[in-house]
């Protein structure tokens, strides 16, 4: 029985309460379509690190999940560093494989199933719409 | 408790997917409205099409291609006697029921629509009979009016009404069987007010045509939709209905071989309906394997199939009555085939994983009906839909799984 997916420290993680950030530098909010779940992300920045990660979600045990991995890795982050980051851990999260990616690893311990990868992308999709809009507003 | 089918097994029996030696042995299916599964009549049907059967149709001069041409044109009449058409001249093979309404949209709306005419469905369509029409709404300034839910989670008949007073909606367009819910609309009642007060009616008939049989005659409409691959036949082929006398007013929706007449380097006549619209090299393998399906269907035929849903129907509406923290939501006066509903405490698609999990297969989501559940002020439901192959079981299995689910979360996320 895969039940093993909800494992404690993933229940755990959904469970945890998480904050918006009082003055964030960026804020991005991404839907899912499928079921209406959303993500809103809040990042502090300074001199391109983060220097704090806030946010909410309204969302499955998996996306809760990811955004309380995210808003534990996010700070110390270069800016420059996370789109190699999403990268490796979208398609780390697409094969199944697991260790690949500092973001999100605890979920990687296991395969997600195809249909609920959404689910744990969707607070990575939210924080490269972060990352897009702070490129956007630094080249206007 | 299973109802008795005379001379034949259950027909469980007759879809390979449920093979207890199969690799799907186990399996609880309960997304029949999403797409049914297929019994080895249709499946063989098509195999034995391509394997013996297989030419292009209605141009090749050998006997192959006049085979395959009698074959496919047999299904056009074999649908029209499944809808109880006039003529097999108004069954036209479409991919699905979302592109018989964008061709409704398309080719009827576009000639037949202006500014400062309306549109009407209802708060209970499915977002391919939404959609359609806001598009429609934003190129040529038409009004879409939309019937209001009713509390009992049915069609508020007095908003359907008003909306149509002022003589403005020149169609009427709306779902035989909600797919988010399972409420049967009174589609007859409906068309009648709609027809009476000068519009036409389109009906999307996808989650019913499995469930009930459709005389579009009786009704009245003049337009009838719906998907090959929910009446348990192949993906990728579905039928528009329509009354011969709107079909011949209206343009085609998509252009090139075997729906014209003569093409000349200035000028282009199209054929009569069907074939006006219907361009290009078909599904023919599709369309063979829909008339297998309809040929299915009518072995089992209605009495049983009606009564096997309405069994089950009672029975599963008992068995999720007593799942605490279960919530139905509401089908209005009648239901059929579908029970969508949340649990306290769990988000639908972790329900569905762990569903899944224990060999029960559903849908999770908005089920393409995001307005119709934010009336509900929900984003998403657990949907369970039936088809012929379900057994009451099937539902035991189903609230024990979400019992378990229930077990999961209820102490880590309260």
Known sequence: MSEALYSDKILALAARKVARLPKPDVTAVRNNPLCGDRVTLDLAIAEGIVTAAGGEARGCALCCAG??????????????????????ARRSIAMGVSGLAVVLSVLQERPIPRPRQKCVLLPLEALQEALSSLSTNTHE | MSLVLHNRPHPKADFPIFDPAGPNAGLTYLDSGASAQKPTQVIEAVSRFYATGYANIHRGVYKLSATAT?????VRAQVATFL??????????????????????????????????AVLITALEHHANIVPWQILRDQKGIELRVAALAEDGGVDRADFTAKLADGKVKLATFTHIANATGAVLPVAELTAEAKAAGALVAIDGCQAVAHRPVDVQALGCDFYVFSAHKLYGPTGIGILYGRLAVLETMQPYQTGGDMVATVRFDKTEFLDP????????????????????????????????????????????????KVPGLTLLPAGPHRSGIFSFTVDGVHPHDLGTILDHHNVAIRAGSHCAQ????????????????????????????????????????????
């Open chain 1, 67 to 88: 955004l309380a991995v995210l808003l534990d890795d996010l700070p110390g982050q270069t800016l420059e560093s996370l789109p190699a980051q999403i990268e490796t």
């Open chain 2, 70 to 74: 009698d074959a496919y044109e047999g």
């Open chain 2, 84 to 117: 109880n058409a006039a003529s097999e001249q108004e069954i036209i093979f479409v991919r699905g029921a979302t592109e018989g309404l964008n061709l409704i949209a398309h080719s009827w709306g576009q000639t037949h629509l202006q500014a400062g005419d």
């Open chain 2, 274 to 321: 069907p074939q006006r619209f219907e361009a290009g090299t078909p599904d023919i393998a599709g369309v063979i394997g829909l008339g297998a399906a309809i040929d299915y269907v009518g072995s089992l035929g209605w009495p049983w199939i009606e009564a096997h849903e309405k069994a089950l129907l009672a029975y599963g509406e008992a068995v999720l009555a």
């Open chain 2, 371 to 414: 307005p119709l559940l934010n009336e509900f002020g929900l984003t998403a439901t657990v949907r369970a839909s039936l088809g012929l192959y379900n057994e009451p079981e099937d539902f035991d299995r189903l609230a024990e799984a979400v019992r378990a689910a229930q077990r999961m979360f209820t102490p880590k996320r309260a």
